[in-house]
């Protein structure tokens, strides 16, 4: 008995030790089958699935094409799942010109692994060739969301595509910036720079108006301000008024400082430095009533307000509203219409009139002006009026507007 238990003692421990040795062995050679050179790597690991598959590359990048296929099938046929395996002996496919065959197989590979770059750079460019731009965005979107690196690329691919063929391209990838994929907004902002960027983003901003993901505030205000830094006024217009954001009822955009969805140069930009602060918050005499709330030191030069409009030619009328807080503020402010681009002076009225009535007590001013055809687009904006000595003032401001005197004319 004792015997017996002597020998399967001995037993044990030979085949632990056995397999110590084997997984010794297996932990050496592991980084050798990984990192060495694939001719080392195949002596040592001659039946091993991932040398095998790394000799079928390399026989792929060498254009020994038929060597690549078998190792790749070798290779295969030892891991059945093995992605890049797989996508090496699509890639022999194509190069064979056998295009239907490689589709099938590298298909599958991407369907497989959403990681395999080649094999879904392969499918973008032979789905090009078909005319299937959605199947081919849809592998070119799984590239963008992984490769920053080649966003360039595909993005170009993109532009380029929807410039040319914009009745095919352009529902199909606004379908694509929908599904707000996280490149998107990079995607936007490089059609500003691109050949025919700005047609293509234009439209997009259309589109994408009835999908379940418009433009972003933030994305229309790039659309607003690249367009007005490259004098697309007309390109504005149009899309606003298809957009109707914001609202084209109304000349001046938030006149009652309630709504702060309206992008920039519609919106009120608002300034904050030394000297002229400016911000809307709850009318302390009004709960529930935002309004304007400006700190003046009189001595500083400042625009405190400003947003940007569009009036046809005609007559108008500028309404506003004010309540001084504290400080003598009457001289020291106005409201302005100028020209832009040009910069002509339109109208201008004290922001603050001298009525008499007391701190605390709301108080109206109104100037008419005439707006040419010449001025397209008009800045409305509330300016310091600076002076040698600080005299520090606090004025609340409300219910601005701009309406046309002209009942047969639009403001836009």
């Not at 691919?157 to 040319?164: G, I, N």
């Not at 298809?242 to 709504?259: E, H, K, Q, S, Y």
Request: charged letters at 25%.
């Amino acid at each position: 008995m004792s015997f017996r238990r002597i020998q399967v003692s001995e037993v044990a421990s030979y085949v632990l030790t056995v397999g110590a040795v084997v997984l010794a062995w297996q932990m050496a050679t592991q980084p050798i089958i990984q990192r060495a050179p694939v001719e080392i790597a195949i002596r040592i690991a001659p039946e091993s699935p991932l040398v095998l598959r790394r000799a079928a590359e390399a026989e792929l990048a060498a254009g020994r094409v038929d060597d690549a296929a078998a190792l790749g099938r070798e290779a295969l046929g030892h891991s059945p799942f093995d992605v890049r395996a797989l996508r090496v002996i699509g890639l022999t496919e194509a190069r064979a010109e056998r295009r239907d065959r490689a589709d099938e197989i590298l298909t599958l590979a991407g369907n497989w692994s959403l990681r395999d770059d080649p094999a879904h750079a392969w499918l973008v460019e032979h789905r090009l060739r078909r005319g299937d731009y959605a199947s081919a965005f849809a592998h070119a979107d799984t590239l963008a969301r992984r490769r920053e690196d080649i966003h360039p690329q595909l993005f170009r691919l993109f532009t380029v595509a929807a410039a040319e063929d914009p009745q095919r391209v352009l529902p199909v990838l606004t379908s694509l910036l929908a599904a707000r994929p996280p490149w998107r907004s990079t995607f936007l902002s490089s059609l500003y720079d691109a050949n025919g960027g700005l047609q293509v983003v234009a439209s997009l901003a259309v589109l994408l108006q009835s999908s379940r993901a418009p433009l972003s505030t933030a994305e229309l205000q790039e659309f607003y301000s690249q367009m007005m830094g490259r004098g697309q006024i007309e390109a504005i217009k149009t899309v606003r008024t298809r957009l109707n954001r914001p609202r084209t009822d109304t000349a001046v955009t938030n006149g009652g400082f309630d709504d702060q969805t309206a992008p920039e140069p519609f919106q009120w930009s608002l300034i904050q430095k030394a000297g002229a602060v400016a911000q809307v918050i709850e009318d302390d005499t009004d709960r529930g009533n935002p309004a304007l709330r400006v700190e003046y030191d009189g001595y500083a030069t400042a625009i405190m307000a400003r947003q940007q409009t569009f009036l046809s030619g005609g007559r108008y009328s500028l309404r506003t509203q004010s309540r001084t807080e504290a400080g003598e503020p009457t001289g020291r402010m106005e409201w302005t219409i100028t020209c832009a681009p040009g910069g002509d002076r339109l109208a201008s009225v004290p922001a603050v009139p001298a009525t008499g009535a007391g701190n605390n007590a709301w108080v109206k001013s109104t100037v008419e002006f005439s707006v040419s055809t010449a001025c397209p687009a008009q800045w409305l904006e509330l300016r310091g009026l600076p002076l040698d000595r600080r005299a520090p003032m606090v004025v609340w401001f409300d219910r601005i507007a701009i309406t046309p005197l002209d009942p047969t004319r639009n403001e836009r």
